[in-house]
C-alpha cells in the first residue's frame, strides 16, 4: 500500500503528488497528522536513507515552525527513536511534507523524475510497450517516406 502524508489539504506540492497518483489510477491512503501512527513513522525509517534527518524540518529552514512549538532550544538529537516518534506524534508539524512511501520506497516532496518509482511494474511495462510502438510507428513513418 502507498501512504501518502501531508499535513493539510491543498498544499500545492501535495496536491501535486496527489494529482500525480489520481491521473495513473494509482491506489494511496493520505494520511494527515491526525491519522499518523507510530507503525507509519517506523516505515517511514525503514525505507528512509537519511533517517529522521530526511523526514523532518531543520530548525535553521524553518525557523518559524520551531519558534511557534516553542521548541526553538529543544535538542531531539538527544531523543531515543521510541521516544523521536512520541515527539513526532505530539507535534506531526514537524515533518516536511508531502511524503509519500510504501514497504520500499520513500519521497519526501514533489519530484517529477523520482515519483515515477511508485508506478507499479505492470503500468510500466504497459507504457514502454506504448512508447515502443509509438517510436515504431514513427520509424517506419519516416523510412517510408523517403
Do not use: C
Not at 30 to 57: A, C, K, N
Request: overall charge positive; aromatic content about 14%; glycine content about 4%.
Amino acid at each position: 500500500m502507498i501512504y501518502f502524508f501531508t499535513k493539510r489539504q491543498g498544499e500545492n506540492s501535495g496536491r501535486k503528488v496527489e494529482n500525480w497518483l489520481k491521473e495513473r489510477a494509482i491506489d494511496y491512503e493520505p494520511l494527515y497528522p491526525y491519522t499518523l501512527t507510530s507503525e507509519h513513522l517506523w516505515q517511514m525509517l525503514r525505507v528512509s536513507e537519511e533517517g529522521f534527518d530526511g523526514l523532518i524540518l531543520s530548525k535553521t529552514r524553518a525557523k518559524k515552525s520551531w519558534q511557534a512549538l516553542a521548541l526553538r532550544g529543544f535538542e531531539y538529537e538527544t531523543l531515543t527513536v521510541a521516544q523521536m516518534i512520541e515527539f513526532i506524534l505530539s507535534y506531526p508539524q514537524i515533518l516536511r511534507t508531502p511524503i509519500l512511501f510504501d514497504e520500499n520506497r520513500l519521497l519526501v516532496g514533489y519530484h517529477e523524475e523520482k515519483i515515477r518509482a511508485f508506478i507499479p511494474r505492470h503500468y510500466r511495462e504497459i507504457f514502454q510497450a506504448r512508447v515502443m510502438e509509438e517510436e515504431k510507428k514513427l520509424y517506419l513513418k519516416t523510412y517510408k517516406n523517403e
